[in-house]
């Protein structure tokens, strides 16, 4: 069975779902929402970096986000027909991730409106040049005349934006119909429509992640240090 070990939510697990989503491999959502069973997945040497999230499939035990999404392009045959298809889709997926930060991140942000100035400043910066590069490309698509995995990561980010900002995509059509195109794909639709797809970030996120990872809260809340443990 695949397995995917992460906290009880979105974050850096989400543009892996999505690549399993699409790629119809059943999978199982392992969730770390302790201290304790963090330092049990430490304990097993399945983390080289000691992060995670963890993904096990084939026998295999990956860690970084962007090697997964990658293993499972070239699983899936999503990365491209070409060197220069491979090149466009691991610039998109870099440029993507730049822009995904921030809507990972916007959960920590102090009040939603802080949240959505700062998604919309960063669209602002990426939103033309990416629907430039599918103007550019001409098919619809981030890189040659096919799906790639570009393509999904962009879509999931561009979701997590549409949650906090819905008009996002009002002056870029190309980047919506893309957006609406990998929505309507079975395995994604599927699993958005799932249990497995986890409610966007919110406070309970962002404290059960302070509390597994025994770290400090963001300054707006209350007894910051509550999960730093006393020395
Ligand atoms: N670049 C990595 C980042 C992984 C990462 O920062 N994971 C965090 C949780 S979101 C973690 O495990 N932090 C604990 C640590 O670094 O010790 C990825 O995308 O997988």
């Known amino acids: 069975m695949t397995r995917l070990h992460y906290f009880k939510g979105r974050g850096r697990a989400e543009t892996t779902r999505w690549m399993l989503a699409v790629s119809r491999i059943d999978f199982e959502n392992v969730a770390i929402d302790t201290p304790e069973a963090l330092a049990a997945l430490r304990a097993t040497g399945k983390l080289p970096f000691d992060q995670m999230p963890l993904l096990e499939i084939d026998g295999l035990n990956l860690s970084q986000s962007s090697a997964m999404i990658r293993y499972l392009a070239r699983r899936g045959g999503y990365y491209g027909e ?123 996120y962002v404290i059960d992640a302070a509390r597994v990872l025994q770290r400090a809260l963001p300054t707006h809340f209350s007894d910051q240090n509550r999960f730093v443990p006393v020395q």
């Open 82 to 204: 070409s060197d220069a298809d491979a090149l466009w889709c691991d610039m998109m997926a870099g440029a993507v991730a730049d822009f995904a930060e921030t809507s990972i991140q916007a959960a920590f942000q102090p009040t939603a409106e802080a949240a959505v100035e700062t998604l919309k400043g960063r669209f602002a910066k990426f939103g033309p040049v990416f629907e430039a590069r599918l103007a550019d490309n001409g098919t619809g698509f981030c890189a040659g005349a096919c799906l790639t995995f570009a393509d999904v990561v962009l879509a999931e980010a561009l979701s997590g934006y549409l949650e906090w900002v819905p008009g996002l995509l009002v002056d870029t059509p190309l980047l919506a119909a893309l957006h609406g195109q990998v929505l309507d794909l079975p395995g994604i639709a599927a699993y958005l429509n799932s249990a497995q797809r986890y409610p966007m970030a919110g406070d309970t």
